[in-house]
T-cell receptor, first 115, second 117 residues
Framework: GAGVSQSPRYKVAKRGQDVALRCDPI?????LFWYQQALGQGPEFLTY????????KSGLPSDRFFAERPEGSVSTLKIQRTQQEDSAVYLC?????????????FGPGTRLTVL | AQKVTQAQTEISVVEKEDVTLDCVYE???????LFWYKQPPSGELVFLIR??????QNEISGRYSWNFQKSTSSFNFTITASQVVDSAVYFC??????????????FGTGTRLAVRP
């Protein structure tokens, strides 16, 4: 079956621009996660959805970062007024159950470069 | 707070050698889950294994094996008879069950494995 997909795969933005990153989870998966991966580092948690409810957004680095999953499937991560330090790979993951310790399956990521 | 340490930044081996990737974790949770993921050059994280804290049996899957030792808070990963296709960055990750641990995977910094022909 289809895995987690993300678009765009690559995004170049000028400092100050707004960007929107999309995640399509595996069909039927209840939980959805966003992570940020800086070069040479492990992924860092940003936020977690269970269906359409955002249960944990403790990892969002600032109020410029906003995520939504309005119908409980597709999710969008929006970054307003991008800064150079936002350059990273943004990974989306989904899991079947509603427990965050279920196995998470990852998408290919969106590489964001802010100039 | 949870923490995962992968002390080996890079490992280089010749094909057919065995290699062990180390993972040490810290958590205050009684129940927790440990994971290994592979990240090939394409960038996608590929799930390898999930293990809960009550299951200390070692596991073998083909050329892969995992050694979980609760006494030393370690969850090491061994590749037997390595192949060039094993070249990737490998991440160990931890997920707790207490509210204080949050709803997330905590990753180590990864070990880059290079297998030379």
């Amino acid at each position: 079956g289809a895995g987690v997909s993300q678009s765009p795969r690559y995004k170049v933005a000028k400092r100050g621009q707004d960007v929107a990153l999309r995640c399509d989870p595996i069909s039927g998966h209840v939980s959805l996660f966003w992570y940020q991966q800086a070069l040479g580092q492990g992924p860092e948690f940003l936020t977690y959805f269970q269906n359409e409810a955002q249960l944990d957004k403790s990892g969002l680095p600032s109020d410029r970062f906003f995520a939504e999953r309005p119908e409980g499937s597709v999710s969008t991560l929006k970054i307003q007024r991008t800064q150079q330090e936002d350059s990273a790979v943004y990974l989306c993951a989904s899991s079947l159950g509603s427990f965050h310790t279920d196995t998470q399956y990852f998408g290919p990521g969106t590489r964001l470069t802010v100039l | 707070a949870q923490k995962v340490t992968q002390a080996q930044t890079e490992i280089s081996v010749v094909e057919k050698e065995d290699v062990t990737l180390d993972c040490v974790y810290e958590t205050r949770d009684t129940t927790y889950y440990l994971f290994w993921y592979k990240q090939p050059p394409s960038g996608e994280l590929v799930f390898l294994i999930r293990r809960n804290s009550f299951d200390e049996q070692n596991e073998i899957s083909g050329r892969y094996s995992w050694n979980f030792q609760k006494s030393t808070s370690s969850f090491n990963f061994t590749i037997t008879a390595s192949q060039v296709v094993d070249s990737a960055v490998y991440f160990c990750a931890l997920s707790g069950t207490e509210k204080s641990s949050g709803d997330k995977l905590t990753f180590g910094t990864g070990t880059r494995l290079a297998v030379r022909p």
